[in-house]
DNA sequence: TGACACGATGTGAACGTTCACACTAAGGTG
DNA sequence: CACCTTAGTGTGAACGTTCACATCGTGTCA
């Protein structure tokens, strides 16, 4: 055997059939829990199996079968926890059904990420899922139709040629917010944008502008932009606050930046909700523990997760890619003491 | 060609060598940056590949190399954004050595994440990280010892054979906690703890019973237990200060049942740090936003990422597995308003 | 001009596994 | 008793790639 850079070397299929003097196709078949193996056959390799401590090389089977029982899934920022939230929602879904699920950070600085997914795939997955996407529908298309297996969008509705997108329902959750903040008596609301991916952002801020305009006198809103992080939502916060004093209300992007807003409100000396109510999107854990309770757009991650690894299982048991289908999720809005 | 599940099929390395009109090997010269190929073939064959959108196999060159370039990392929970910042630390290191890391959420339910780990070593992965352990050290011992590859445990320090271990410097950690809440007039101290792993916890337990045994006249402070999450350090923390009435700091395993104390406390109507003083481990960014903002101990996610990864890839790179070494890191205490 | 180096390319084997098929022995059926 | 079935097992080929080696020109030097 050649030595591994390690110097340790596994056992093979082949060494265990030595041992339990039978053929590889028998251990095989024994690994596979084929029926039709002499119980005795059976006890023999399974010791055998044990005593070496065998382990099957996942590579060399997906290498014939086609096939690896693994979803390959990249998402933007773990640190975030809103996406370990759905990450960690699609590896219950996986294990569930028997698949592995195999996680990557979105290297944005590897061509926006596509890098990462190019990679993803020479793991030999049998599908990806995405959250969120920076690409353009046509990059998306394109690599949707070389990829060679099913691809899942999540975050975003797009309808695309042999792609499931699943997105929440932004013109929804716009009204949700929008329609809480006016009823609670405020009139100038402004928007913290995400200045980093115009790509998935682009359709919340369409949706948030809409509602704005439609439902206040005052019209289209003041906006900030910054990265979607604390710190920035915080900067962009004081900003805002700074060039529009008569807001009254603020939406963050996501929920990391509406806590920045909160921090920023605070270092104003400006109380919340009373002089300016915040709303954030995504309804991550953490919401609960500021100061005040944040309100926002929960976005079923678990679900989303959900139905995500469940169209991709669908796209490999039907043979057939998926078609453009876009999953529209119902937001919610979680009103705590912030509005 | 066989047909994939899903219907599509990749090109091969043959089916680039055909359309450039080159064998296999050149193909493979081209894609591995191989200085003998002439000019012109190598642009027919970067051509060829560009055309047919073709992209290398990893699963079979791992086969023939023996080496993925590829590490493991399995992690307990990426709901909590402390595993998902380790996570995205050792995803740049990573990547900055021309690496890629897998991830995985450990599987409590899969014997006690081995299987988990199991699994990771199938997909053929160079080396192996997890975090945290819930293993005895005779557990990690044997995995270690059959795995083939080097193994970092993350979160415990332990001198076991084969395997690096990198950890916080739990005593020291203690003696920060205990000595600021002393410090600053606290004397009846309670501790949060995580009832789940008890391979995991008992470190920090030892290390924060003995700092308070040692500090504080009242000596064995008393304990709740819950997991590591708001809502049960919330309860925890109300059957503790229900218990103990005297009780004037809690220490929580984590930030996420330290924030569950701050949100007993406001459920009490207990003054923060006044009448209860707070502290926590770990130094999540969410900590900032907290009422009060939460005294923590920083385990620096980042430099433990980067230091597993390297602990790593020095064993790969020198081909033999690392020797039961620990490497321990100093903890510092962030000071905020809780304390 | 022959010997030799070297640049450029191709070929067989191997990595660890499963698939398709072949084979043997035993048992059942007419 | 010849025939067929079936349980149990083994063998060659293939998956997509790289490694080690072989081959074939072309140019250089004595």
Redesign the interface.
């Given at each position: 055997m050649?030595e591994?850079?390690?110097?340790?070397?596994?056992p093979t299929i082949v060494d265990v059939a030595k041992v339990a003097d039978v053929s590889r196709q028998t251990v095989s078949r024994v690994l596979s829990d084929h029926p039709r193996v002499a119980p005795a056959t059976r006890r023999r390799v399974e010791e055998a199996i044990e005593n070496l401590?065998y382990?099957?090389?996942?590579?060399?089977r997906?290498?014939v079968t086609?096939?690896?029982l693994?979803f390959g899934f990249a998402a933007v920022?773990?640190?975030?926890?809103h996406?370990?939230?759905t990450?960690?929602g699609m590896?219950s879904a996986a294990?569930e059904h028997g698949y592995?699920?195999?996680?990557?950070?979105l290297?944005f600085d590897?061509d926006r990420g596509m890098g990462t997914l190019?990679?993803l795939?020479?793991?030999?997955v049998?599908?990806v899922a995405f959250f969120p996407s920076f690409f353009a529908d046509k990059e998306i298309e394109l690599f949707a139709a070389?990829?060679?297996?099913?691809v899942v969008m999540i975050g975003r509705e797009a309808k695309i040629p042999n792609v499931v997108s699943i997105a929440m329902d932004e013109d929804r959750a716009a009204d949700l917010v929008v329609g809480h903040l006016v009823d609670t008596g405020k009139r100038r609301i402004g928007i913290l944008m995400n200045e980093m991916f115009p790509e998935v952002v682009h359709g919340r801020f369409v949706a948030l502008q809409r509602a704005v305009t439609e439902r206040t006198e005052v019209g289209n809103p003041p906006v900030e932009a910054g990265h979607p992080k604390?710190q920035q939502g915080r900067n962009a916060t004081k900003k805002l606050l700074t060039k529009h004093p008569d807001v009254d209300a603020v939406i963050g992007f996501n929920d990391t930046m509406a806590?920045g807003a909160?921090?920023a409100c605070h270092d104003l000396g400006l109380r919340v909700p009373e002089d300016v109510a915040v709303v954030g999107y995504d309804g991550i854990?953490?919401g609960?523990?500021?100061?005040?309770p944040l309100t926002t757009i929960v976005q079923d991650s678990i679900g989303m997760a959900d139905a995500a690894f469940k169209a991709l299982l669908a796209?490999?048991?039907n043979?057939?890619?998926p078609d453009g289908e876009v999953v529209s999720w119902q937001p919610e809005l979680l009103t705590r003491g912030s509005t």
């Amino acid at each position: 055997m050649r030595e591994r850079l390690s110097g340790i070397d596994r056992p093979t299929i082949v060494d265990v059939a030595k041992v339990a003097d039978v053929s590889r196709q028998t251990v095989s078949r024994v690994l596979s829990d084929h029926p039709r193996v002499a119980p005795a056959t059976r006890r023999r390799v399974e010791e055998a199996i044990e005593n070496l401590g065998y382990r099957p090389n996942r590579m060399a089977r997906a290498l014939v079968t086609r096939t690896s029982l693994t979803f390959g899934f990249a998402a933007v920022d773990m640190r975030n926890s809103h996406f370990g939230d759905t990450c960690s929602g699609m590896q219950s879904a996986a294990r569930e059904h028997g698949y592995y699920l195999v996680v990557t950070e979105l290297d944005f600085d590897d061509d926006r990420g596509m890098g990462t997914l190019e990679t993803l795939l020479t793991l030999g997955v049998d599908g990806v899922a995405f959250f969120p996407s920076f690409f353009a529908d046509k990059e998306i298309e394109l690599f949707a139709a070389t990829s060679g297996c099913p691809v899942v969008m999540i975050g975003r509705e797009a309808k695309i040629p042999n792609v499931v997108s699943i997105a929440m329902d932004e013109d929804r959750a716009a009204d949700l917010v929008v329609g809480h903040l006016v009823d609670t008596g405020k009139r100038r609301i402004g928007i913290l944008m995400n200045e980093m991916f115009p790509e998935v952002v682009h359709g919340r801020f369409v949706a948030l502008q809409r509602a704005v305009t439609e439902r206040t006198e005052v019209g289209n809103p003041p906006v900030e932009a910054g990265h979607p992080k604390i710190q920035q939502g915080r900067n962009a916060t004081k900003k805002l606050l700074t060039k529009h004093p008569d807001v009254d209300a603020v939406i963050g992007f996501n929920d990391t930046m509406a806590m920045g807003a909160l921090l920023a409100c605070h270092d104003l000396g400006l109380r919340v909700p009373e002089d300016v109510a915040v709303v954030g999107y995504d309804g991550i854990s953490f919401g609960a523990i500021t100061n005040p309770p944040l309100t926002t757009i929960v976005q079923d991650s678990i679900g989303m997760a959900d139905a995500a690894f469940k169209a991709l299982l669908a796209a490999v048991q039907n043979g057939t890619p998926p078609d453009g289908e876009v999953v529209s999720w119902q937001p919610e809005l979680l009103t705590r003491g912030s509005t």
